[in-house]
Nanobody
Framework: QVQLVESGGGLVQAGGSLRLSCVAS????????MAWYRQAPGSQRESVAA???????DYADAVKGRFTISRDNAKNTVYLQMNSLKPEDTAVYYC??????????????WGQGTQVTVSS
């Protein structure tokens, strides 16, 4: 089975920084895109940033210039460096990855989420 495990969330003051990590493990054959989403209370889950296995990157307008997504293919890990954090960045952040595994066709997997809280 495949698992995504996020880490790095926490409480930070406005203007501060956090770095999220997400490690994919299990019977993985290949990983295409990896991405971060977030969901604030009372809101729908939204895309934050995504990176393909060729390094193509896309950001939501709300985080451009402040967040940086990167990945380490050897470690099956994706990162999200978040700088200049704002209270409106407060949300549960979820990792998503399109994975081909030994026991399943390529499909999207989700992590359990990590809470990011930005105080004003």
């Amino acid at each position: 089975q495949v698992q995504l495990v996020e880490s790095g969330g926490g409480l930070v003051q406005a203007g501060g920084s956090l770095r999220l990590s997400c490690v994919a493990s299990g019977s993985i054959l290949s990983i295409n895109s990896m991405a971060w989403y977030r969901q604030a209370p009372g809101s729908q889950r939204e895309s934050v940033a995504a990176i393909t296995n060729r390094g193509e990157i896309d950001y939501a307008d709300a985080v451009k210039g402040r967040f940086t997504i990167s990945r380490d293919n050897a470690k099956n890990t994706v990162y999200l460096q978040m700088n200049s954090l704002k209270p409106e960045d407060t949300a549960v952040y979820y990792c998503n990855a399109a994975i081909l595994s030994r026991f399943s066709d390529r499909r999207n997997y989700w992590g359990q989420g990590t809470q990011v809280t930005v105080s004003s």
